[in-house]
């Protein structure tokens, strides 16, 4: 067949394969059909080709790791690994950040490229992390990371999230995000904590399924809609030890109860490929476990689009993992595993190894032809062959006010009021003086986190002109002359006097100090305790002195001691790492122009070496006879403070009793009985009392979010199903036991109205 029949060839293939709505079921088939007509033209090469990833810089001028501030395309290098090697799909970027015009001219540089010197014309397929927005791209919406998404409790934070994150990834031409991050993590220690939805299943199918449902939509080719990427499967979040990509070790019952969940439910949802775990999970490295790529999530997951590794992660199987002699037998374990892609991110030498291991018999055509199938099946469905770039002119909302205020509303929902001591809060009068201080006072950098512009978000160089941060926020609020600053301290090191805080601190009536970490991911965030550095809390100490009463607020992404500080402040904010609106979110709760309504998405521990979660277990809850403390935290998972109260009454259950396969429907009064409107998250548990594997204290079965106005009330209705009792046995079956089981709702742990019912067993 020469040239141009192949040509007369695709096009038929994509006016038979037509547009339209791309997932339901029926449209499947099409692509399917589509990737199986182009898979029989590939050969080994080209497929080897399609099953590798590299970094955007393999392909420009200069070193993989340069710092130049403008890309330009290398042609040897794209001619040798778009053509020689025919490389398939590329992501990443170098370290400043484009804008969406240079991600056009970059993308559609390459598109063009591949479509008018390659035999098939298969346009390339680019990957990037957008995870609280499409952060690597100059100028675009940064939204509060995913943890501070959970503590909203509210699923359109995050739907909306993935929504605008969408049009501005096509308005860069980029149609496939590594998002969302679907790891429960049960570990505090873990720097990507931030990067999750906490340290709950249910939180994470919800809020996950609300992520993909705004980034994917209803077709994956319009020009607003992008493919999610699920990570990291599976187990990755929850580290023994709590540093990045080490092992973990989980029991299967528990992987299945507790991690596979979110992934299940998320491609239920329609979520099109899956990036894998980077560690180990019970001795196996994630790139390795045929078991659980090829059998659970393909095969029980029913995942239809493909898996992809993560960085590097192939060959670390052998430089890392010590389970294969050498990148190329790290290749044959990792794609006999069910592995579809490669982020190798380098050069092409994992396709390279691929075609030698066909040819010498060690991985079956059949394998490869199942890989490429799946990814050219993406391609299709996400519209590249039709439009493999876009013009970015045509995305007028890029970057708007409107998309600015709807991370504001998320960052307000999220960020959450954990103390307020004798109603401190709110400062309603707006001649109230205020000394703002602490490392996270005055930076950007501080509010945005990791992955904002650069891969760490710790530099100010890439900072956005007009974005307020929490003093320029506090100081648009109580006015310029109100508001008194001094740094106080950095993330580390030394502390300003005494003499000089007092000083400060002499003619205000309230100090707002902002700690926080330094914004750091994967390896980099890995920490040796969980206590904020001593000279945080040295300068809470200080300034405690003064005798003016304290604010604090924490700018992180999980859990720090804050033990010996907390009965220094009145009130405390947990702000997570809240996006670019955060300073003015935090600054409009401060004052009372908003109310609080985050709730935290995880446990915070009140000692270092004491890291339950709220699943805990009876054993857990034992206090020590010895002087240690049971389940004790400083704050539980759910907790969070609202300016006015709510009260909750009139319980009712439909039945005492349940059956197999039946529902309950529970009934519950919420009034808002304080001076304020606003909103509640009502959180419904269940406990099961008495079961053959220790049970768990509470599980999260359902919440809602409801706004009240002062003294308004409203009845909610909860169905409490079957399926809600079930936990997984030692065989890895979902069972549900007969016995007694209770059910908790309320606003806070600490006070839930409670009732029981009894489960039969009998089918009726
Ligand atoms: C991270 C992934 C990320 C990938 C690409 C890896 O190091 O673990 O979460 O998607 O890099 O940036």
């Known amino acids: 067949m020469n040239r141009w029949n192949m040509l007369a060839v695709i096009l038929l293939i994509v006016l038979v394969g037509g547009c339209g709505p791309a997932n339901p079921g029926g449209q499947d088939d099409t692509y399917f059909r589509r990737a199986d007509s182009l898979l029989q033209l590939l050969s080994l090469e080209e497929k080897a080709g399609q099953m590798t990833n590299i970094g955007l810089t393999a392909l420009t001028q200069g070193p993989f790791w340069n710092d130049f501030d403008t890309l330009l395309l290398d042609t040897a290098k794209m001619r040798h690994l778009l053509l020689e090697y025919h490389v398939g799909s590329i992501q990443n970027k ?34 990037i992390d957008a995870v609280h927005g499409a952060n690597y791209t100059a100028g675009s919406t940064l939204f509060p990371h995913q ?19 969408a049009y501005e990834m096509r308005a860069s031409s980029q149609p496939w995000n590594y998002a969302p991050v679907l790891d429960v993590s049960m570990q505090p220690l873990w720097g990507r904590l931030f990067e999750t939805f906490g340290e709950d299943t249910y939180m994470n199918k919800v809020m996950g399924n609300a992520f993909i449902e705004g980034q994917q939509g209803t077709s994956l080719s319009d020009t607003t809609s992008v493919a999610v990427c699920l990570k990291h499967f599976v187990g990755y979040g929850t580290p023994f030890t709590g540093k990045d990509r080490s092992p973990a070790y989980i029991p299967e019952h528990y992987l299945r109860q507790y991690y596979i969940e979110p992934f299940r439910t998320g491609i239920e949802q329609g979520a099109i490929t899956v990036m894998l775990n980077s560690g180990s999970v019970n001795g196996i490295p994630g790139h390795a476990d045929r078991y659980l790529i090829t059998n659970v999530l393909k095969g029980e997951l029913g995942l239809k689009g493909f898996v992809l590794s993560d960085w590097e992660d192939v060959g670390r199987l052998a430089s890392m993992h010590n389970v294969a002699h050498d990148s190329k037998e790290a290749a044959k374990i990792a794609v006999m595993a069910g592995l579809d892609m490669s982020m190798v991110p380098y050069d092409a030498s994992f396709a390279r190894h691929i075609v030698e291991l066909v040819t010498e018999g060690e991985i079956p055509m059949s394998r490869i032809d199942d890989a490429v199938r799946r990814i050219l099946y993406v391609k299709f469905r996400l519209g590249l062959f039709e439009r493999p770039w876009h013009d970015p002119s045509g995305y007028t909302e890029f970057g708007s006010d409107a998309f600015a205020e709807k991370s504001y509303r998320a960052a307000l929902e999220g960020i959450t009021l954990l103390k307020n001591q004798d109603e401190l809060l709110p400062l309603k009068n707006r001649n109230t003086r205020i000394l703002v201080t602490g490392p996270a006072s005055d930076a950007l950098t501080a509010l945005n986190g990791p992955w904002s512009r650069t891969w760490a978000g710790d530099d100010p160089t890439y900072d956005d002109p007009g974005k307020k941060t929490i003093l320029q926020a506090m100081q648009d609020v109580y006015g310029t002359g109100n508001v008194v600053h001094t740094p106080g301290t950095g993330y580390e090191g030394e502390v300003e006097s005494e003499a000089i805080l007092w000083a400060k601190a002499a003619g205000v009536d309230a100090i707002l100090v902002c700690l926080g970490e330094r914004p750091a991911t994967e390896k980099p965030s890995d920490i040796d ?9 040295e300068l809470v100490k200080r300034l405690h002195k003064s005798g003016k009463p304290i604010i604090l607020a924490t700018l992180q992404g999980r859990p720090r001691i804050l033990r010996d500080i907390e009965p220094l402040a009145g009130a405390i904010f947990h702000a997570y790492w809240p996006g670019h609106e955060g300073g003015r979110a935090l600054a409009s709760l401060i004052s009372g122009r908003e109310n609080p309504s985050g709730k935290l998405p995880y ?32 704050w ?51 406990r099961d009392l008495v079961a053959s594997i220790t049970p768990d204290d509470r599980k999260l079965i359902a919440f809602e979010k409801i706004h009240l106005a002062s003294w308004e009330s409203t009845t909610l209705e909860f169905t409490v199903k079957y399926e809600d009792l079930q936990f997984v046995d030692l065989n890895n079956q979902w069972i549900a036991e007969r016995g007694d089981f209770e059910l908790l709702v309320g606003g806070l742990p600490s006070d839930m109205l409670k009732s029981g019912f009894f489960y039969t067993g009998k089918t009726p």
Do not use: C
Not at 104 to 127: A, C, D, M, W
Not at 148 to 158: F, I, K, V
């Open 603 to 634: 446990t915070w521990p009140r000692y270092s070496g004491t890291l339950h979660t709220y699943q805990h277990k009876g054993s857990d809850k034992l206090d020590g006879e010895f002087g240690t403390e049971g389940f004790h935290p400083q």
């Open 94 to 127: 170098g370290i400043y950040p484009p804008s969406r015009e240079e991600w056009h001219r970059l993308i559609k540089t390459l598109q063009q490229y591949v479509l008018e010197n390659s035999r098939h014309q298969i346009p390339l397929l680019f990957g």
């Open 529 to 537: 305790e969980l206590d904020l550095p001593s000279n945080q809390l």
């Open 636 to 686: 539980e998972f759910g907790h969070g403070l609202s300016y006015t109260n709510f009260t909750y009454s009139g319980l009712e259950v439909s039945a005492d009793t349940l059956n197999t396969g039946e529902e309950l429907v529970l009934r519950v009064n919420i009034r808002n009985t304080g001076p304020y409107n606003g909103k509640e998250v009502v959180q419904l548990y269940l």
């Open 147 to 165: 943890i501070a998404l959970a503590a909203s409790w509210n699923p359109e934070m995050a739907r909306i999230t993935g929504e605008i994150t």
